[in-house]
Nanobody, 123 residues
Framework: EQLAESGGDWVQPGGSLRLSCAVS????????INWVRQAPGKKREVVSC???????YYPRLAKDRFTVSRDRAKNSVILQMTRLKEDDTAVYFC??????????????????WGQGTQVNVGS
């Protein structure tokens, strides 16, 4: 089982970015996939989640700006981010705790994490 993120880049404030999480070794019909970010000096936080039945979860910081979806053909989960702010600068990880539903909590270190992709927002 593996998760692999891609799509991180440098973008100006107000811009958009599309991150992808490629899933291998299991089906997205089994587990929810979280997007978690960590900025320097800050705690990890969930920015979105997609359940095994394609039900999305967004915390307040992401509502109306981020959209999570599934690409069935590629067995991937997509995070579309818009109206990016400098505070969105962080390493973004896709993670599963191997549960089918979204809890809103950051999964444990021992759960399945990708390697992360760096997003930088600045002028």
């Amino acid at each position: 089982e593996q998760l692999a993120e891609s799509g991180g880049d440098w973008v100006q404030p107000g811009g958009s970015l599309r991150l992808s999480c490629a899933v291998s070794g299991f089906s997205l019909d089994q587990y929810a996939i979280n997007w978690v970010r960590q900025a320097p000096g800050k705690k990890r936080e969930v920015v979105s989640c997609l359940s095994n039945e394609d039900l999305p979860y967004y915390p307040r910081l992401a509502k109306d700006r981020f959209t999570v979806s599934r690409d069935r053909a590629k067995n991937s989960v997509i995070l579309q981010m818009t109206r990016l702010k400098e505070d969105d600068t962080a390493v973004y990880f896709c993670v599963t705790d191997r549960h089918p539903v979204c809890t809103g909590y950051v999964p444990a270190e021992t759960d399945l994490w990708g390697q992360g992709t760096q997003v930088n927002v600045g002028s």
